[in-house]
């Protein structure tokens, strides 16, 4: 299944632990510890947005099909198109690292809560 549609983003994003969904800004959002960490846009061209590090956002806005996140662009957030040149072992491994840096930011507290080492 792709991560592009509804039942694929669903199914690879909830193996990661302590996520949960919400339907909101036209998408599927996926979040941790009640921070977003992706999304699955609902509008054509269907896109995936989620948080990258510096080094990551400089090489992906790079590629085609790829740019800055709109409201999201300061933290480093890439809006990745369907049609980009990323094939979705490497889109689930830069969505694997958005729901760890997104997750470094909660409390110790709720990290464990969540199942998160």
Request: proline share 3%; charged share 20%.
């Amino acid at each position: 299944m792709s991560l592009f549609d509804r039942a694929g983003f669903g199914t690879q994003l909830g193996a990661l632990p302590g996520v949960t969904f919400v339907d909101q800004w036209e998408a599927r959002v996926a979040k941790v510890g009640g921070k977003v960490f992706c999304l699955l846009s609902d509008q054509a061209p269907l896109r995936l947005v989620f948080k990258c590090g510096e080094a990551s956002f400089d090489i992906l806005t790079a590629l085609d099909g790829v740019a800055q996140a709109a409201y999201f662009a300061k933290r480093q957030w890439v809006s990745v198109q369907q049609s980009s040149p990323l094939g979705d072992d490497d889109l689930s491994a830069y969505i694997g690292r958005s729901h760890a840096l997104v997750a470094a930011g909660l409390t110790k507290k709720l990290r464990a809560e969540l199942g998160i080492a």
